[in-house]
């Protein structure tokens, strides 16, 4: 499978914010939009909510679950041992 890169603007201040969120989730900012890319594709729409508020298993079980999809589809490039 062939990778493509995709690339977006974004002002600094929500850029800032929105790694800051990720690293708090223990994922990275790049590791988030493939997670993301693999749902949207698979629900055919927007498939959840993140929210540090509801980090508890709901969030765990969201991020397994986008792990579990992007390792069947051949984009993981880390495992999510929780």
């Known amino acids: 499978m ?3 890169l995709v690339q977006f603007r974004t ?5 800032i914010k929105a790694a800051n969120i990720c690293e ?4 990275d900012l790049p590791t988030y939009m ?3 890319i693999s749902r949207l594709i ?3 729409g927007i498939p ?8 508890g298993n709901r969030a765990v079980e969201a991020m397994k679950e986008a792990s579990r999809i992007a390792e069947e589809n051949g984009i993981a490039d880390m495992t999510l041992d929780c």
């Open 11 to 15: 002002d600094d201040t929500s850029r």
């Open 2 to 4: 062939a990778n493509s």
């Open 48 to 55: 959840f909510s993140m929210k540090l508020d509801d980090i």
């Open 24 to 27: 708090r989730l223990g994922i």
């Open 42 to 44: 698979q629900e055919n």
């Open 34 to 36: 493939r997670m993301c």
